[in-house]
């Protein structure tokens, strides 16, 4: 498999508006190789989308550099740049069949009938289109017109697959037998593939790596399970997963980590602290000085008088596999949510209860100069 | 998969200057043939007929005119009150239509409005003498009103003439606009207020009406617009009533005073100018958000009296607007028809006469729509494709340059032309070429706007996802692009043509006797009162612009109606 690289340095898109210059996309820079599959994730209107069109040569750019295998790849038109795109509207041909939307690519480059015949059958046949290879767009279901958009990109062996929230159109059920076909294909392929979505989920799921973007610049880049359990900023806590806030001031510290107080003086041993991104400061609440997060997974309920937090019950959701409880804290930013395993026995909507975090998992952010 | 020799080398790398090349291009013809003769004429305008164009030579006497000459004096206050009354009375009789043809359940509705848009595809002059033949001195109507009733019937050569047959002419731009509007006006809307306890009649008064106001201002002004720059229905049936565009005629073909006449024709831009800024303040202030996204259509009256009323009304006003087409229809059939009511032998003479000895107009005609028409493709499609497509600076400029000859009256064109290349740089008065060219300014707004529609109807993403592909700028226009707006092009192209081929009031100030057309043939005919020839000439012309525009809607897959809205 040859190999590749793609390295953004320092990408910079601003847009002329009414109200003076945006800037969509702030010196982002990561690197991708070979096979990976990549993802950008973010709220909408965080840059991703530009950032991925800088890539295809469809937005200019304002400043900083895309190179692909060492070459820049902004001084290509985008027709130049042998890229591959999925769009979330799949942008099929309308007046072309099926084959001849797929075959689209290798005309351009000139290939004779013969190969271009081989070529787009074998990956209709990958894709499972054989049987709708004469049919137009307009026939095809969603799904399907996702897939001919997929083969119309893979057809001719492009340098990298650009996926534009290909499957936000779809269905819930066909999104998620969708996106484990896409990964299915890339692997097999060992194309390089970048992937815009607002969905954590589908992220999380498909991705060797995802880069966590908001207004604009690139917040983390991980693996998924690492961006979860750790992640550097109370925005990639919250957009990733759910998390719960408590509001916390720095009571000692020590080098095995610190003891921290909680608004209504609930005190909490917590491991080492990590220090809060600078534009986050602000985010903490007035006469505090940290921040701990905790997943739901990780705090426990215990019936009131327990050492704990003092809260109260306000609605236990059945969820299956878990039961979710939603609890009024005062020393928690917002209503927090304890997923247990089990229900716990003793406590009903309505009760006052006590919440246990179990500190190792549980994540302590200080403000600057901590 | 096995990697071709190289896929990334078989993309081509080159400059991509194409789009750029025929980009100037498209501003230099827009420029050359649209903006200069029109600054051209506004500069001419402050010169003394027969003096050079010199800031030392700039004069109002032109202007002057309308406060010292009685002539102009009085054709100002005839347009002002044939473009106001032929407006009001189209608007009031296309009105109540209108609203029977979107609410009250009909049978045949869009039979009846297909056939309402025959009076303006058919340039009204062809039509504009039949009423001569029905209300004239010695016409079928004034007979049987005479003999009848004694009721003696005011001259129709006049301010009388000119009104009735331009409303009749221009009432169905009221009609189409409105009726679309109201159509597609949300029926929950009103419902509401149903809902609420207001009766059918209160709702009508203050949702409806106030809801399609906008839609009625405009088909208005449409109207205003046409009424103001006609030339062909008050050359007929004006006689000594002058309105502006006759006097332009009249200042040029009098005494060639190209200054004077271009100083009528900016008075006369003025106007419509005017009018114009009416309709946008109108817009403004009733700016609603129509949200119309429902699959349900409004309530559709059923009852007895209204579906009587609905039928009658509007069958009614369609015959009177079809009546001039049909009576030249008739006359064509006539062998003689000289000092009696009706004709006294009928045959298929007019027709064998024309055929054969009125030849030259009818290819001169079609030669000259095909080049103009072939001009629009080029370079409406381009233009179109810029507009909707790029962002630049100046993107209004050039939106407004190509919708200008919309509301410059044909004879201001015509005076343009005239005083551009009369002299000069480029010299093409009495060629061919100055009407094709004055053509293509004309019609190059049909053209932009189909396919500005068909453009917009086609996702950017296509076009990405084809460069994305590899292909070059000209690749996707042709493998994508052009394929998927080529209904638009095609049918933009056929409208373009058919109202070319019966043009009137640009030709009658560019046309020479080599290139005498259909237009100016009928023209003739009529001038020197031989109707019948006229008559055959007319209907020919009549329905070929006809199947011509059928066709066109039928490429589009729109209803004739539709394509007039």
């Known amino acids: 498999m040859p190999s590749h690289t793609l390295q953004l340095r320092d990408l910079t898109k601003t847009f002329e508006a009414e109200q003076g210059a945006v800037t969509a996309v702030d010196s982002v820079s990561f690197d991708i190789v070979d096979d990976e599959f990549f993802t950008m994730l973010g709220p909408s209107g965080c840059g991703k989308t530009t950032t991925l069109r800088m890539i295809a040569g469809l937005e200019s750019v304002t400043s900083g550099t895309i190179a692909f295998d060492g070459q820049d790849f902004t001084k290509f038109s985008t027709f130049q740049r042998n890229i591959g795109m999925v769009f979330q509207s799949y942008a099929l041909f309308p007046h072309m069949t099926v084959f001849e939307n797929t075959a689209y690519g290798l005309r351009i480059r000139q290939m004779g009938d013969d190969e271009i015949k081989v070529r787009v059958s074998r990956i209709l046949e990958l894709l499972g289109l054989s049987a709708l290879a004469h049919r137009n767009p307009p026939e095809l279901s969603g799904g399907q017109q996702q897939r001919v958009s997929i083969a119309r990109a893979l057809v001719y062996d492009p340098g990298m697959l650009l996926l534009d929230e290909p499957l936000a159109n779809l269905d819930a059920k066909l999104r998620v037998q969708m996106r484990e076909e896409i990964r299915r294909i890339q692997k097999e392929l060992g194309i390089m593939s970048i992937y815009v979505t607002h969905d954590q989920e589908e992220a999380m799921s498909v991705s060797d790596r995802v880069a966590v973007f908001n207004h604009g610049k690139l917040i983390q880049v991980g693996a998924p399970h690492e961006v979860y359990a750790s992640p550097n900023s109370l925005f990639v806590a919250d957009f990733i997963g759910r998390a719960n806030f408590f509001p916390a001031r720095t009571a000692l510290r020590n080098g095995q980590g610190a003891r921290v107080a909680l608004g209504r003086g609930s ?21 505090f000085d940290a921040m701990i997060v905790v997943r739901p997974e990780h705090l426990g309920l215990a019936p009131a008088g327990t050492p704990g937090i003092p809260c109260s019950v306000r609605r236990i959701l059945f969820l299956g596999n878990y039961t979710r409880y939603m609890v009024a804290c005062a020393d928690a930013r917002r209503e927090v949510f304890v997923d247990m395993a089990r229900r716990v026995p003793g406590i009903a909507e309505g009760d006052q209860a006590s919440l246990i975090v179990h500190h190792q998992d549980a994540i302590l952010f200080s403000g600057a100069g901590r | 998969m096995t990697a071709p020799a190289s896929p990334a080398e078989a993309l081509r790398r080159k400059v991509d200057w194409l789009p750029y090349a025929v980009g100037a291009l498209t501003v230099f013809v ?70 029977a043809l979107s609410r009250v359940a009909m049978p045949f509705r869009n039979l009846l409005m297909s056939l309402s848009v025959i009076p303006l ?25 005479n003999t009848w009733f004694g009721i003696e019937m005011p001259s129709i050569y006049g301010g009388f003439g000119v009104i009735v047959a331009l409303s009749l002419s221009f009432f169905p731009y009221v009609l189409l606009i409105v009726q679309g509007a109201l159509a597609a006006a949300d ?70 005073n190209l200054n004077g006449a271009s100083a009528i024709a900016l008075v006369n831009v003025l106007l419509t100018l005017l009018a114009i800024l009416v309709l946008v303040r109108v817009n403004k202030r009733r700016a609603y958000v129509t949200v119309t996204g429902g699959t349900r259509r409004s309530a559709q009256l059923t009852g007895l009296g209204a579906r009587i009323f609905a039928n009658t009304y509007c069958w009614g006003l369609l015959a009177l607007g079809l009546l001039p087409h049909m009576i030249v229809i008739y006359s064509s059939f006539a062998e003689q028809w000289a000092g009696t009511v009706f004709p006294t032998a009928y045959g298929l003479a007019n027709y064998v006469n024309v055929l054969a000895n009125v030849r030259a107009p009818f ?28 962002r630049f600076f100046g993107k209004w400029a050039l939106d407004l340059t190509i919708m200008l000859p919309f509301i410059l009256p044909g004879i201001v064109t015509g005076v343009a032309y005239l005083t551009t290349f009369n002299s000069g740089l480029i010299v093409l008065s009495g060629s061919g070429a100055i009407l094709v060219l004055a053509y293509f300014v004309r019609r190059l707004a049909y053209v932009f706007r189909t396919v500005s529609a068909a453009v917009g109807q086609v996702d950017t993403k296509l076009e990405e996802a084809s460069s994305i592909c590899g292909a070059t700028w000209w690749w996707t226009m042709r493998k994508i692009t052009f394929p998927l707006v080529s209904p638009g092009i095609i049918s933009g192209a056929i409208l373009v043509f058919a109202t070319l081929i019966s043009e009137m009031s640009v030709t009658i100030l560019l046309y020479s006797a ?22 055959a000439i007319g209907s020919i012309t009549i329905l070929a612009t006809l199947l011509l525009v059928f066709l066109s809607s039928r490429i589009i897959g729109k209803t004739m109606a539709e394509m007039f809205r």
């Open chain 2, 121 to 145: 595809v058919s340039p009204p002059f062809i039509g504009a003498y039949s009423w001569v033949t029905l209300l004239g001195k010695s016409g079928i109507v004034t007979h049987y009103l």
């Open chain 2, 514 to 535: 080599k290139w005498k057309t259909i237009s100016v043939a009928i023209y003739e005919y009529i001038i020197s009162d031989d109707l019948m020839n006229a008559s």
């Open chain 1, 267 to 287: 005190e909490l041993e917590m491991p080492l602290s990590r220090p809060l991104p600078a534009d986050e400061g602000a985010l903490l609440d007035a006469g």
């Open chain 2, 363 to 390: 290819t001169n005609s079609i030669i000259l729509a095909c080049a103009a028409t072939a001009m629009c493709i080029v370079f409406g499609t381009l233009a179109a494709y810029t507009s909707v497509r790029k």
């Open chain 2, 187 to 256: 029926p929950f809307i009103e419902e509401c207020a149903f809902v609420m306890g207001a009766s059918r009649w209160r709702v009508l008064r203050t949702i409806t009406f106030p809801l399609v106001l906008p839609s009625i201002a405009a088909g208005a002004i449409i109207v205003f617009i046409k009424a103001l720059g006609n030339f062909g229905v008050p050359s007929i049936l004006g006689g000594e009533y002058y309105v502006l565009p006759t006097l332009i005629y009249f200042q040029v073909h009098g005494y060639f």
């Open chain 2, 30 to 99: 827009l420029f050359a043939f649209l903006l200069f003769p029109i600054a051209k004429t506004i500069l001419s305008s402050f010169v003394k007929n027969g003096q050079e164009l010199e800031i030392a030579n700039a004069t109002l006497t032109n202007f002057a005119k309308f406060f010292t000459s009685a002539s102009y004096q009085r054709a100002f206050v005839h347009s002002l009150v044939v473009g106001g009354v032929s407006t009001l009375v189209a608007t009031l009789l296309a009105l109540p239509a209108a609203f």
